[in-house]
């Protein structure tokens, strides 16, 4: 059986939704651009090709509707882009209030979590559905990076320095953990499972 292609990983987050539906703008925008530049500039190599060894250009200048229109009308779609996606960074990037504070440490080659009250795990991580998780993140030793690909979320883990991130998950179930950032030997060893569950599981 040939098994089912997926274009995009576990959607499990509350900002998931967004991310995607901003990738997919993105990319329909773009191509259709890309594409109509492309088109346009086909049919105009045909279009106004040279005919004979003495036809000459006859050039058209300062058609000024049609310079206003392909500046202002990509001007505002990408502006509008640019709005949308900024306002969606802050979303990612600013932890609500309430928040459960769990650390994370990144080493060569794992990852080391510790819950509030105590408790620790190694490449897994134990979180409770509909909550929203701040995790407060260091390296011992070089750049790591903590990527959960189902909630839309990575962040770059350096050493003598703390970052954040933070999720919220949406759905129960058990999603991949990787380091996206090549650290040595055994990077692509430094992998492990996000546990979400329901409130009363946890
Ligand atoms: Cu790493």
């Not at 001007?75 to 960074?89: K, N, R, S, V």
């Amino acid at each position: 059986m040939i098994p089912r292609l997926r274009f995009f990983p576990d959607s499990a987050s509350s900002i998931s939704p967004e991310v995607n539906f901003f990738f997919i703008l993105m990319v329909v925008l773009c191509t259709t651009v890309a594409t109509g530049i492309a088109v346009f500039l086909i049919y105009s190599a045909i279009r106004y090709r040279r005919k004979g060894e003495n036809e000459m250009g006859n050039q058209r200048r300062n058609y000024i509707p049609a310079e206003a229109a392909w500046i202002i009308l990509p001007f505002f779609f990408f502006m509008g882009m640019f709005a949308w996606g900024a306002e969606l960074y802050f979303e990612i990037e600013r932890p609500p209030d309430n928040t459960i504070n769990m650390y994370a440490v990144g080493r060569q080659w794992m990852w080391k979590i510790q819950h509030p009250e105590g408790q620790r795990e190694i490449n897994t991580l134990h979180i409770p559905v509909g909550r929203p998780v701040k995790l407060i993140m260091t390296s011992e030793d070089v750049i790591h990076s903590f990527f959960i690909p189902a909630f839309r979320t990575k962040q770059d883990v350096l050493p003598d320095r703390y970052e954040t991130t933070w999720f919220q998950a949406t759905k129960p179930g058990k999603y991949h953990l990787f380091c996206a950032e090549y650290c040595g030997a055994k990077h692509s060893g430094m992998i492990g499972w996000v546990y979400a569950m329901t409130p009363s599981d946890y």
